[in-house]
Nanobody, 116 residues
Framework: QVQLVESGGGLVQPGGSLRLSCAAS????????MGWYRQAPGKQRELVAT???????NYADSAKGRFTISRDNAKSTVYLQMNSLKPEDTAVYYC??????????WGQGTQVTVSS
């Protein structure tokens, strides 16, 4: 069974940084497009950033210039470096994996709280 395990969330002050990691297992990682999504209380889940198999990236407007998505195929891991965090970035962050056949998988989520 495919597993996506997120880590790196926590409590950070406004302006701070966090690096999220998502370790994948039981998948052929290099054929999957990977993404980060987030869901704040009372809101729908929304795209944060995606990275294709080839390494092309896409960001939500709210993430551009502050967040960076990257992947390490040798480690079957995708990262989200988040800088200049704002209180509105507070959410549960989810890792997503999608293969060329449109099968997709989700991690269990990691909480990010930005507060002073």
């Amino acid at each position: 069974q495919v597993q996506l395990v997120e880590s790196g969330g926590g409590l950070v002050q406004p302006g701070g940084s966090l690096r999220l990691s998502c370790a994948a297992s039981r998948i052929q990682f290099n054929i999957y497009a990977m993404g980060w999504y987030r869901q704040a209380p009372g809101k729908q889940r929304e795209l944060v950033a995606t990275i294709s198999r080839a390494g092309s990236t896409n960001y939500a407007d709210s993430a551009k210039g502050r967040f960076t998505i990257s992947r390490d195929n040798a480690k079957s891991t995708v990262y989200l470096q988040m800088n200049s965090l704002k209180p509105e970035d507070t959410a549960v962050y989810y890792c997503n994996a999608r293969n060329p056949y449109d099968n997709e998988f989700w991690g269990q989520g990691t909480q990010v709280t930005v507060s002073s």
